[in-house]
C-alpha cells in the first residue's frame, strides 16, 4: 500500500500545507500523496484510523486539533511535551509519534531567513493560547532574555507561565499592565485575535530601539498587527508565513528522512513581496 499523509483541521479548505508538500516532493523527487482532510472536534480518533486503514502514515495537526493530537500520541518528543501540543504526526508500527515543529520553524524563520539574532532579547508574548504553547519553548531555547506574558484571559496566561517552568525569567502579567511594562526588544503576537476580531490596542511604549515584530498568523489575518508593527516603528515586521514553510519542512524531514530546501518554497508563496518590511 502507498503511503499517505494529510493535514487535519477544521477549516482546512484554506490550508496551504498540499501546496508546500506537493513543492517539497517535487524538489526532492519523492513521490507524495499529501491532501486536507476536515475534521469536527471530537472526531480526530475515528478520522485517523480511517486515514490509517487507507495507508495513512503521517500527518499534520493543525487548528484547533493540535491539542487533542497531543493527547491521542502513543509516545511524544520533548518538544512536543514542553508545549502540550502536536502538530505532527508519524506513524510507527501500531503507534503514533507526536512531535511539535511549530517552535523550531518559528526559530528557523526568524534567525536564518530574517537573520535576526535572539539572544537576548526582552520578549513579549502576545496570548497564552495553542499558538504560544507551541513557540514559547523553543524561544526560550533559543537564548531570548526575559519572557513577558500577556493575555486577554489571565488564567492561561499563568497557566503557560507555569508549564515553561522558568521562575525569574518567564513573566505572567495583566493585559492592563502593558503601558508599564517597558520597552521589548522581541514582540509576538500569538493571539488569534486578527482572524476574526479587531486586535485588542497596544501601547507604542512597549517598542524598543531595534524591537522585532512576529505574528504566527499569515495573509489577511496578520494584517492589523504588522501595520501596528511598522506604525510603531518596528525595526522589523515578521508574518507567519515563513514559520509554516519551516515546520512543514522539519515534518516532511521525520517522514522521509531529507530535509528540504525551503527558500523557493516561501518564494513562491510569498509572491514577489518580501516579508521582512523595513520601517524608514
Ligand atoms: P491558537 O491555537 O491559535 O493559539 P487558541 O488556543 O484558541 O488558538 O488561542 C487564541 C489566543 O488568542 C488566546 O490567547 C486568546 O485569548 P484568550 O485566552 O483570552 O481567549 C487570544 N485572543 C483571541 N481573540 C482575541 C481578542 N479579540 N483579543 C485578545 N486576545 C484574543
Known amino acids: 500500500m502507498s503511503r499517505h499523509f494529510a493535514v487535519f483541521g477544521h477549516p482546512v479548505a484554506h490550508s496551504l500545507s498540499p501546496k508546500i508538500h506537493a513543492a517539497f516532493g517535487k524538489q526532492t523527487g519523492i513521490a507524495i500523496d499529501y491532501r486536507a482532510i476536515d475534521v469536527e472536534p471530537g472526531q480526530l480518533t475515528h478520522a485517523?484510523?480511517?486515514?490509517?486503514a487507507q495507508g495513512g502514515a503521517g500527518a499534520n495537526v493543525t487548528l484547533?486539533?493540535?491539542?487533542?493530537?497531543?493527547?491521542?500520541c502513543d509516545d511524544l518528543t520533548?518538544?512536543?511535551?514542553?508545549?502540550?501540543?502536536?502538530?505532527?504526526?508519524?506513524?510507527?508500527?501500531?503507534?503514533?509519534?507526536?512531535?511539535?515543529?511549530?517552535?523550531?520553524?518559528?526559530?528557523r524563520d526568524l534567525t536564518d531567513r530574517h537573520a535576526l539574532d535572539l539572544r537576548a532579547r526582552r520578549t513579549l508574548m502576545l496570548g497564552a493560547g495553542g499558538a504560544a504553547r507551541g513557540v514559547a519553548p523553543a524561544l526560550l531555547d533559543a537564548g531570548i532574555g526575559e519572557l513577558y506574558i500577556v493575555n486577554r484571559t489571565p488564567q492561561r496566561t499563568d497557566a503557560l507561565a507555569d508549564a515553561l517552568a522558568e521562575p525569574?525569567?518567564?513573566?505572567?502579567r495583566y493585559l492592563a499592565d502593558l503601558p508599564a511594562l517597558g520597552e521589548f526588544d522581541l514582540i509576538v503576537n500569538a493571539t488569534s485575535a486578527g482572524r476574526d476580531q479587531p486586535m485588542?490596542?497596544?501601547?507604542?511604549?512597549?517598542?524598543?530601539?531595534?524591537?522585532?515584530?512576529?505574528?504566527?498568523?499569515y495573509g489577511e489575518a496578520a494584517i492589523p498587527f504588522?501595520?501596528?508593527a511598522r506604525a510603531s516603528g518596528c525595526m522589523a515586521?515578521?508574518?507567519g508565513l515563513g514559520m509554516l514553510v519551516e515546520q512543514a519542512a522539519?515534518?516532511?524531514?521525520?517522514?522521509?528522512?531529507?530535509?528540504p530546501e525551503t527558500d523557493a518554497v516561501f518564494a513562491m508563496l510569498h509572491g514577489h513581496a518580501a516579508a521582512l518590511v523595513t520601517a524608514d
Do not use: Y
Open 48 to 52: 485517523l484510523a480511517d486515514f490509517i
Open 64 to 72: 484547533p486539533l493540535k491539542q487533542a493530537a497531543f493527547s491521542l
Open 226 to 228: 504588522m501595520a501596528w
Open 78 to 107: 520533548e518538544r512536543a511535551r514542553r508545549a502540550g501540543a502536536v502538530n505532527t504526526l508519524v506513524r510507527n508500527g501500531d503507534t503514533w509519534h507526536g512531535d511539535n515543529t511549530d517552535g523550531v520553524g518559528l526559530v
Open 200 to 217: 485588542f490596542s497596544l501601547p507604542r511604549a512597549v517598542v524598543g530601539r531595534r524591537c522585532a515584530a512576529v505574528d504566527l498568523n
Open 237 to 239: 515586521a515578521v508574518d
Open 168 to 172: 525569574g525569567r518567564v513573566h505572567p
Open 250 to 259: 522539519e515534518s516532511f524531514a521525520r517522514w522521509h528522512g531529507v530535509r
